[in-house]
């Protein structure tokens, strides 16, 4: 198998992230850019997105929670979507991943020419990032991991989706106004799948 990523992509990052937890071993091939006219990707997926990964027969997989799962199916090591909370654990990731697109939509607005910049678009994602935000908190509450005791792909998608503001809005500072996720962020950069995944600045 190998996995395509960009060393930004919090989606990738994500699978990366469950890669390592799951102690598969995988092929990481890390793209410079998404722009290049000679990607490999929409030989594998249509889409060109990342993460993609291509299977041993030669298939493409994607999107992230597509991928996730897949890994999670392979091997019973450290089972991050357990059965019993399936849909939890997908709701988490749905919000997590959410809060990415959104942050997403604000970056490339601010990447347009200055005069094509359309305010209303950064007006109307980034409440989705501070409602995400708010909600993620509400819903962790005092507990250790985003289920409870388990460690679970919702915390993988949260400290992905955490990571990325850090890198993209860190102006938000989310820190400040929602210590339990300073907390949960904490303990997930204490893990070696997380710190060895964190995307440059
Ligand atoms: N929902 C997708 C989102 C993937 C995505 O949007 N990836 C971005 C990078 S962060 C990308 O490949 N963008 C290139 C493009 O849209 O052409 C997932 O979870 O995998």
Redesign the pocket.
């Known amino acids: 198998m190998k996995l395509f990523v960009?060393a930004?992509?919090?989606?990738?990052r994500?699978?990366r992230v469950v890669l390592a937890e799951k102690r598969i071993d995988c092929e990481i091939v890390m793209l410079a850019s998404?722009?290049d006219p000679d990607s490999p990707?929409p030989a594998y997926n249509p889409?060109?997105?990342?993460?993609?990964l291509v299977l041993d027969d030669g298939s493409g997989l994607?999107?992230?929670?597509?991928?996730a799962e897949y890994l999670d199916s392979k091997t019973p090591v450290a089972h991050l979507i357990p059965q019993a909370h399936r849909i939890e654990v997908k709701r988490w990731e749905a919000l997590a991943?959410g809060v990415?697109?959104a942050t997403?939509a604000i970056v490339m607005e601010g990447r347009r020419a200055p005069e094509k910049q359309d305010n209303s678009i950064v007006e109307r994602q980034r409440p989705k990032v501070e409602r995400g935000l708010r909600n993620m908190s509400q819903d962790l509450g005092d507990s250790k991991w985003c289920l409870g005791e388990a460690f679970t792909l919702a915390d993988i998608a949260v400290g992905c989706a955490l990571g990325y503001i850090n890198l993209r809005m860190p102006e938000l500072k989310w820190e400040e106004q929602y210590p339990n996720l300073a907390r949960l962020h904490n303990q997930l950069l204490a893990r070696p799948s997380f710190k060895d995944t964190v995307p440059p600045g």
Do not use: E, H, R
């Open positions: 960009t930004g992509s919090p989606y990738a994500k699978t998404l722009a990707l889409l060109g997105k990342v993460p993609t994607y999107d992230s929670p597509v991928i991943d990415c697109d997403v």
